[in-house]
């Protein structure tokens, strides 16, 4: 591109850059976090408060709570203690990371900092693995800038985008064959467990020309690989007495709903790929058709052009001998597309594997729908360079269907989404979370640990809450219960919550006679 490209380009992706954090900033405004976003910022607040490094955590998975002599197990998912500490087991270690890191900078910021941040590395990630693939790193940004990822990918617990984040870094370094491939893929399986999907990709280093080079680079990739991942492994011993703690419970949690996988479940994740991946699969059909017009009108110039001379030219035979060779060449592709079709290839098993079983799952279409852009872009070079008239302005007339997408959205969808994430176990913003925290503010309850069916919205506002599965035979006898209808688990001690025993105003609080008022 030129000096003039290069300025339009940048204008188009600050564009997008200030629709998408205009967007996020809106709803997150007026939501606030919801639950699993809450579950990940409350452990990274835990991070950064002094007591959880003064705290003795289990040696096993359970916390056991003494009273009266009698023990108690809790906590299989969440370890919550009365000083504030807040650790969710099962969420993966780099987001909570990154929060504690601006919640130094800024408390009352942290979360639009973090936005703002979690952008602005996107668009980084995408120059980088642009150049190395040789693409328009605008038509990357447009795509990857667009409704479906900002919904599904930043506001329900932006692990998502993170890990696309990190799954860019390491399709660029694949590019270029480099061994830290291997430290790129461990931080997307530390940002959202499911990328370890990716692990494989690890194989593409090998080259059969040079045999000792790739395997040495092999083995310096898996060491890489475990030498980042190590740090949580070593966390999770240390404090649990079994590395894979987190990686087994949150396995365990995904497969609560449904461990099967079954012919159906399989037609039930692949009937969802039109519509997480109708952005980019156009562009691709586009990109098809176009070029099957033009072989068309080249293989029609050329029988008239061999009619007229009633001759077997060379370039008709050199046409032959590329038909005949078309099935070979899929075997021997670019290396490019190698990349990207095998990253393509494992975002469908990981997606098809865990779309039956998790809430929520379209957005868990991140890496299959990031893999797909990538590949979109790569055929738009091809369309350009076959077009040059009129390849210039692909990028722009791409970017320009993103900024229209956008305007669409924050005009028509913000309500939707707004309502799909408090459908989704209610926000922090829910006004009937902020009826209980203020009534349990200004009553003898102030201060006091309670048991909850909604606990990260009430441990978010400083009321340590523990959850109601897993405290139940302490909780029906000495804890203040706080039951909520319409948000979180309609369910309490494996007992479905009778929502006629709940009042108007949403919300009940039982309070045993003999209650301990457990304070920090």
Known sequence: MNFKQNKISIVLILALFMLSILIILTIYNKVGLGWDFTDIYLTGKSLVTPAFYQQSLPLNNTYIVSYNGNLYRYGSYFFITPSHIYLSLVREPLVPVFLALFLLISHAYAMQIYFIFLLILLILSSFYVSKKLGINPLILVSLLLAPYLLQWTVLYTSQEMLSIVFALIAIGLLAKK???????????????????????????????????????????AVAFFFVTTL?????????????????????????????????????????????????????????????????????????????????????????????????????????????ILSFIFLSSIGFILVYNNVGAPERFGYLLYASVALLSTLMLKSITNEFSAIGKFIPYFI???????????????????????????????????????????????????????AQPFLNYYNITAYDSATLCSLAESHYPIVLFKDIGPAIYCNYPINSNAIPSSGYVIAVPANYICQRS
């Not at 492994?233 to 419970?249: A, Q, T, V």
């Not at 899929?330 to 490019?336: A, G, P, S, V």
């Not at 970017?399 to 229209?404: D, E, M, N």
């Not at 997408?405 to 913000?414: A, D, G």
Request: aromatic content about 12%.
């Open 178 to 220: 480099s061994p830290f491939v291997g430290i790129a893929l461990a931080l997307v399986g530390l940002t959202k467990y499911p990328g370890l999907i990716l692990f494989p990709l690890i194989l593409l280093l090998f080259e059969r020309n040079n045999v000792k080079k790739s395997i040495i680079k092999l083995f310096e």
């Open 231 to 339: 740090p949580w492994l070593l966390f999770n011993f240390m404090y649990f007495s079994n590395p894979l703690l987190s990686y087994e419970l949150s396995l365990s949690e995904a497969l609560s709903n449904n461990g099967a996988v079954s012919i159906f479940n399989i037609f039930n994740a692949l009937d969802q790929f039109p519509a997480i991946l109708t952005y980019p699969l156009l562009i691709i059909a586009g990109c098809l058709i176009i070029k099957l017009i033009r072989v068309n009108v080249k293989n029609r110039k050329n029988a008239v052009l061999n009619k007229m001379t009633n001759s077997f030219t060379t370039e008709h035979l050199e046409n032959r001998t590329t038909k005949s060779g078309a099935i070979s060449r899929i075997f021997l592709l670019d290396y490019k597309y190698k990349i």
């Open 399 to 453: 970017s320009g269907l993103s900024i229209i997408s956008l305007i669409f959205m924050y005009f028509f969808s913000l309500p939707a989404i707004e309502q799909t994430i408090i459908n989704f176990e209610g926000s922090v913003n829910n006004a009937t979370i902020l009826n209980a925290v203020a009534y349990l503010n200004h009553t003898n309850l102030a201060g006091c640990s309670v048991v909850s069916n």
